[in-house]
């Protein structure tokens, strides 16, 4: 079964609309940690925003939020605002477990092509 | 500019030649991780060094090895190569400490490797 699954390939928004990146996950451990990273064609790998399990908040930075519902396993990136600068894949990553100085890897998933346009 | 320096970006090699990657992580990381982005496999998960020892092992060829130095840079090394192993080579950095939230794993800007 996928640990994380992104069902959307690909998606469409208009500039300066909101759009929503959804994320569903799959893990037995209590602590964990949800990641959002976006690629643009350029191919570099850019850290968005993080929400930790225990987090009773949401997580936001700047246009982005985590939508976190933990009953659901679901973690879903919403960005407001979208710019043409967004257009870009969406990945979704969790990193299972904490053991101290443990390991961090991360699964990811097949990730979501977004195009804002104009 | 996430800190964390890959070299080179970019490189071409044939069939059975053998390249090496190299990665900086960021400036306090202890903890180096490898990962292979391809079209068919998508992101995959390598291997992890945490201030030089190997911590955790993924999807790695045998013919991939890597290691983590004393000044924390660390080298993928690829052999015998094969058209498959065309990819985009991924290092990323953490803390890794047992008072660190795990919040911060950032990833450098990739080697795009084109075997040939």
């Known amino acids: 079964a996928q640990k994380i699954t992104q069902t959307q390939p690909g998606m469409f928004v208009q500039e300066k609309e909101a759009v929503t990146l959804d994320c569903t996950y799959d893990t037995s451990d209590q602590s964990y940690g949800l990641f959002w990273y976006k690629q643009p064609s350029s191919g570099e790998m850019i850290f968005l925003i993080y929400?930790?399990?225990?987090?009773?908040q949401n997580a936001t930075e700047g246009r982005y939020s985590l939508n976190f519902q933990k009953a659901r396993k679901s973690a879903n990136l919403v960005i407001s605002a979208s710019q043409l600068g967004d257009s870009a894949m969406y990945f979704c990553a969790m990193r299972e477990g904490y053991s101290g100085a443990g390991s961090y890897q991360l699964t990811f998933g097949k990730g979501t092509k977004l195009s804002v346009i104009p | 500019d996430s800190g964390v320096t890959q070299t080179p970006k970019h490189l071409i090699t044939a069939t059975g030649q053998r390249v090496t990657l190299r990665c900086s992580p960021r400036?306090?990381?202890?903890?180096v991780y490898w990962y292979q982005q391809s079209l068919d496999q998508g992101l995959q998960f390598l291997i992890q060094?945490?201030?030089?020892?190997?911590?955790a092992k993924g999807n790695i060829l045998e013919r991939f090895s890597a290691q983590q130095f004393p000044d924390l840079h660390s080298e993928l090394n690829l052999s015998s190569l094969e058209l498959g192993d065309s990819a985009l080579y991924f290092c990323a950095s953490s803390v890794d400490e047992a008072t660190d939230s795990g919040n911060t794993i950032y990833f450098g800007e990739g080697s795009w490797l084109t075997v040939v």
């Open positions: 929400q930790g399990s225990y987090d009773e």
């Open positions: 400036s306090g990381d202890l903890s």
């Open positions: 060094y945490y201030n030089g020892e190997e911590r």
